[in-house]
Every structure is written in structure tokens, then in C-alpha cells.
């Protein structure tokens, strides 16, 4: 579905399969399970993610072999992109 121009306050908002142009988000839930999502000229205030199906399947994955910091600098990398030296991932040792 296409939203334009809309305020999204207090409500859960499906992301999966949706577009969002010049639209504010004000204490949200985002639902996300990895599907196609467009955003363009979007405003947010206080929100946070549930995630949902094989996403959080995958994030739970990395979050079991990496640990939880580990897994926050994977997010980071997404939202930071460098170069990776920063990232140093300390697996645990092969049994």
C-alpha cells in the first residue's frame, strides 16, 4: 500500500510491501519481516521495531553466534557504512 503525506502516532505500522512518502512517525512500533519497503522524506519521533518471520529468525541467529554487541555493530555497519576496520567480531572457539 501507498502512503502520502500521513501521521502515524501511537499505532503499530506494518513496513512489508508498503511505501511511505512525506509521512511522520510519532511512538510507533514498526513491524518488519524483511520485506520491500520504500521510504522518502519521512520524519520520526520515538519509535521502535518489532521484528518478525525469517528476518527475526536471522537476527536471532547472529545474535546466538556473535553475541549482542557483535550483532549491534553488524546493525551499525548497516547504518555507518565504512570501510569495516572498525568491526572486529570475536567468534567463539571451535569445539
Avoid: H, W
Amino acid at each position: 500500500m501507498d502512503y502520502k503525506d500521513q501521521t502515524f502516532e501511537n499505532v503499530d505500522v506494518p513496513l512489508d510491501g508498503n511505501s511511505f512518502e512525506n509521512c511522520t512517525f510519532r511512538d510507533v512500533v514498526f513491524t518488519f519481516g524483511g520485506g520491500d519497503l520504500v521510504m522518502k522524506n519521512c520524519g520520526m519521533d520515538r519509535f521502535s521495531f518489532r521484528f518478525e518471520g525469517p528476518l527475526a529468525n536471522g537476527l536471532f541467529a547472529l545474535y546466538q553466534l556473535f553475541g549482542s554487541e557483535a550483532l549491534l555493530q553488524i546493525i551499525r555497519g548497516f547504518l555507518e557504512p565504512g570501510d569495516g576496520s572498525d568491526i572486529e567480531l570475536n567468534l567463539p572457539a571451535a569445539q
